[in-house]
């Protein structure tokens, strides 16, 4: 029984906007639905995946260390880091909005440098892999990514609602260096081509 072949191997080529199947012929460098250039695979995929990660990976470190938010209460402040908030919420009998912080904020996060990192590897040194898993895999982090802002929109929540109260929240240096990271690893996500995953098998 012949193996069945990938798309590129008949002589097929999908255009990454429209995902029109072209047939490859020497006259055709564009796609005949929607105009734009055809490429076999995203363009330096590795190399720009790889320098956005890396970005993504430095900020996580000050994201982590400085303190997102500062709560000013009485002519007092307290800078509270993303460790620091989450233990404040969950003392504050805020459980629910803590865990809410620390899947969004840490886990996330965390999950998806180390998941974009493995998929970078798995590619660069062609480990024998299941692609269909790594390929959904992927697809999680491509996913998740939008879900990694709302911390930042949960700091833009509380400053509404405790500004009747007297209290003033004001978002720290690590609000920003999260939400570039943030950022970055849906740059990084969306510039991996996991067919790269199925050709090196």
Not at 54 to 81: E, K
Request: charged share 15%; with cysteine; glycine share 6%.
């Amino acid at each position: 029984m012949q193996a069945k072949q990938c798309a590129l191997k008949q002589g097929f080529i999908n255009c990454h906007d429209c995902g029109y199947l072209v047939k490859i012929t020497q006259q055709l460098s564009s796609c005949p639905r929607c105009r734009s250039h055809l490429h076999e695979r995203k363009p330096h995929s590795l190399q720009r995946t790889c320098a956005l990660l890396l970005s993504s990976f430095f900020l996580y470190i000050p994201a982590n260390i400085f303190p997102i938010m500062t709560v000013t209460q009485f002519g007092t402040g307290d800078a509270h880091t993303i460790a620091g908030g989450i233990i404040e919420l969950i003392d504050g009998g805020m459980i629910p909005i803590g865990l809410l912080v620390l899947v969004a904020s840490i886990l996330v996060p965390s999950s998806k440098l180390i998941g974009i990192s493995l998929l970078l590897l798995s590619v660069y040194f062609r480990w024998k892999i299941n692609a269909r898993r790594w390929t959904f895999m992927y697809r999680v982090i491509a996913f998740i990514g939008r879900w990694s802002m709302l911390d930042i929109f949960m700091i833009s929540i509380l400053v509404d609602l405790v500004d009747f109260t007297g209290v003033q929240i004001i978002a720290g240096p690590a609000a920003i260096a999260f939400a570039a990271v943030v950022i970055l690893t849906m740059f990084a996500a969306e510039n991996f081509d996991p067919r790269l995953l199925w050709d090196k098998q």
